[in-house]
């Protein structure tokens, strides 16, 4: 192929014209790349740097390691000798945080309650308010059969005082 073809410049054809004939991709200038030709390069490249950064937190992850365990070293006669105040601090503390996340939360669910409870009322149809409408129904209506019930039950039993002769 001519480099005249190769760049889209010559046959008489288009710059797009040369680009499917040849599989060849240039420019004006006659360079073109092609990436099977610096494969290798371009893997040692790719494996160098994944290396060099491997080894890196590699040691970074050493010292942190070695840090810590010099801070524990440090750390454990202070942790002896302070222990029986340390030990029930750090319950009433974790009792505390419990007990404050524990009431927010709580703050938190009563908020979400009266929100959703506003929207029901307004109208506004909040998520689960069908469900709400059918068993406000379904208890209407178990409420109306023992209602129905407890008449039959009293008109029963007084139609037998009758009969009874009392």
Not at 8 to 31: A, D, E, I, L, R
Not at 46 to 56: D, N, P, Q, R, W
Not at 89 to 98: K, Q
């Amino acid at each position: 192929m001519s480099d005249q073809t190769r760049t889209g410049y010559g046959g008489g054809g288009s710059y797009g014209s040369s680009y499917g004939g040849g599989g060849t991709y240039g420019s004006s200038y006659g360079t073109s790349y092609d990436p099977s030709t610096n494969q290798p390069i371009r893997q040692a490249i790719k494996f160098m740097t994944a290396s060099t950064i491997g080894v890196s937190f590699l040691i970074l992850s050493g010292l942190i390691l070695t840090g810590t365990v010099i801070g524990l070293i440090i750390a454990t006669p202070l942790l002896v000798i302070f222990s029986p105040i340390l030990v029930p601090a750090a319950i009433t503390l974790a009792l505390a945080a419990g007990g404050f996340l524990f009431s927010g939360g709580c703050g938190v669910a009563a908020i979400a309650a009266l929100s959703w409870l506003y929207s029901y009322v307004t109208g506004k149809h909040p998520a689960g308010s069908d469900r709400l409408d059918y068993a406000k129904g379904v208890i209407a209506d178990k409420a109306r059969d023992v209602k129905d019930r407890a008449k039959d039950y009293a008109g029963a039993g007084r139609a037998q005082e009758g009969t009874q002769g009392y």
